[in-house]
């Protein structure tokens, strides 16, 4: 898999396409009740004009990203994935924690995501690093094998303290 990088960095447009393949390749776990990719660059082009995909490079491509945006009073963290070949590394939970200090620095005062209610390894995941369950909303992102629905987890962030992000594109 080559050398993993030690820091993260801001994607750049050009990292659309690798985004996208290792979005889907992580969330591969899904073909058994969705039909269809969990995203294209198309989208992953759109989700970089309104908030920002944070990567982890190893040497022959992606080894894990999240994508971050604000969201009214909060933070949202989305589309966490880690290679597969890369699991068990801690990966997920460092991008999890990076995600929050910049939900922190941004001012936010709670971190949310959503996952698809048949995930139930991902809720356990979730609640371990104290998220808890603030709701349910449709699945309507794509088609479905068996019926589903998003489960929305949000945690409460501390207030900033004068803490400045600065995300430069590698």
Do not use: Q
């Amino acid at each position: 898999m080559g050398t993993l990088a030690i820091s993260v960095r801001r994607a750049t447009p050009s990292d659309a396409p690798a985004l996208a393949e290792l979005v889907n390749r992580a969330y591969e776990a899904e073909r058994g009740f969705v039909d269809g990719d969990r995203t294209n660059t198309d989208e992953i082009a759109e989700l970089t004009e309104r908030g920002m995909f944070l990567v982890l490079d190893h040497g022959d491509g992606l080894a894990a990203s999240i994508y971050v945006e604000r969201r009214g009073h909060a933070a949202y963290f989305g589309m966490l994935a880690v290679h597969p070949a890369l699991r068990g590394m801690g990966l997920g939970t460092r991008l999890v924690r990076i995600a929050e200090a910049l939900g922190e620095a941004m001012g936010a005062a709670a971190m949310t995501l959503r996952i698809v209610n048949l995930r139930e390894e991902l809720a356990r995941w979730y609640k371990s690093l104290g998220y808890r369950e603030v709701g349910t909303a449709p699945y309507d992102h794509r088609p479905v094998k068996r019926p589903c629905h998003f489960v929305d987890f949000a945690k409460d962030l501390p207030p900033a303290a004068g803490v400045s992000v600065a995300l430069g594109a590698a």
